[in-house]
Nanobody, 121 residues
Framework: QVRLVESGGGLVQSGQSLTLSCVGSGFQFNTYGMRWYRQVSTKERERVAEKTSPLPTAGSRTSYADSVKGRFTISRDNGRNTLYLQMTSLQPEDTAVYYC??????????WGQGTQVTVSS
C-alpha cells in the first residue's frame, strides 16, 4: 500500500520556523520527484517546492515558488524515504495545509493527507 505521511505542522508566530516531514512507503521513493504544495481553503493548491529524483549525471534539481524563495528549503533523504521542508521567517500568508506529492517520469503520482501550518501575526 502506497502511503505519504506528512508531519511537523503546527501553530507558530510570525518570524518563527517550522520543519515539515513527509515519509513515503509502498513505492520506490528514490525514483520519484517529490514536491510540497499548500492550499488555503478558498484557493487552488499551490506548488511550493520541488526536488526531482536524482538524475544519472546531474543529481537532483530543486525549484521554489517565488513567494518562498530564500525562506524555504526542500531536501530529501532517500535512505529514509523522507522529504523535508524547512520553513523560516514564516508569515501569516504562509498559513495553509501543506501536502507532499510524489510523481515519477511516467506521470504516476501520490499525495499525502496534509498537515496544517498556522502562522499568527
Amino acid at each position: 500500500q502506497v502511503r505519504l505521511v506528512e508531519s511537523g505542522g503546527g501553530l507558530v508566530q510570525s518570524g518563527q520556523s517550522l520543519t515539515l516531514s513527509c515519509v513515503g512507503s509502498g513505492f520506490q521513493f528514490n525514483t520519484y520527484g517529490m514536491r510540497w504544495y499548500r492550499q488555503v481553503s478558498t484557493k487552488e493548491r499551490e506548488r511550493v517546492a520541488e526536488k526531482t529524483s536524482p538524475l544519472p549525471t546531474a543529481g537532483s534539481r530543486t525549484s521554489y515558488a517565488d513567494s518562498v524563495k530564500g525562506r524555504f528549503t526542500i531536501s530529501r533523504d532517500n535512505g529514509r524515504n523522507t522529504l523535508y521542508l524547512q520553513m523560516t521567517s514564516l508569515q501569516p500568508e504562509d498559513t495553509a495545509v501543506y501536502y507532499c506529492k510524489g510523481v515519477n517520469w511516467a506521470g504516476q503520482s501520490y499525495w499525502g493527507q496534509g498537515t496544517q501550518v498556522t502562522v499568527s501575526s
